[in-house]
Nanobody
Framework: QVQLVESGGGLVQAGGSLRLSCAAP????????MAWFRQAPGKEREFVAG?????????????AESVKGRATITRTDSKIANTVLLQMNSLRPDDTGLYYC????????????????WGQGTQVTVSS
């Protein structure tokens, strides 16, 4: 079982930035692809960004109103702990939602159902 803990959410004005962090206390992400998803009220959970287990490839949502070009996912791996960051810039009110960190023991995908482990989420609220 992998427990994921997100942090860094909050209330920010449109145009501002936030950096979300995901950690797995007491263990590493080694060998796991990592991703960020978000869910707005009344909407389905959607892919935001992902990174392969080795960190060599990153993926971003590429649909209308997506975060592509405004978000950067990075991961740091060590023998002690790992961190996955999501830097989001030029935030808009439609970026508001609960942001989840997820992991899977395989390649990164954009489908929520493919991920085995999830955090509880961190709330991001962007005011206009």
């Amino acid at each position: 079982q992998v427990q994921l803990v997100e942090s860094g959410g909050g209330l920010v004005q449109a145009g501002g930035s936030l950096r979300l962090s995901c950690a797995a206390p007491g263990r590493t992400f080694s060998g796991y692809a990592m991703a960020w998803f978000r869910q707005a009220p009344g909407k389905e959970r959607e892919f935001v960004a992902g990174v392969t287990w080795h960190g060599g490839n990153t993926y971003y949502a590429d649909v209308a109103e997506s975060v592509k070009g405004r978000a950067t996912i990075t991961r740091t791996d060590s023998k002690i702990a790992n961190t996955v960051l999501l830097q989001m810039n030029s935030l808009r009110p439609d970026d508001t939602g609960l942001y989840y960190c997820a992991s899977r023991k395989s390649t990164a995908t954009i489908k929520p159902g493919d991920y085995e482990y999830w955090g509880q989420g961190t709330q991001v609220t962007v005011s206009s």
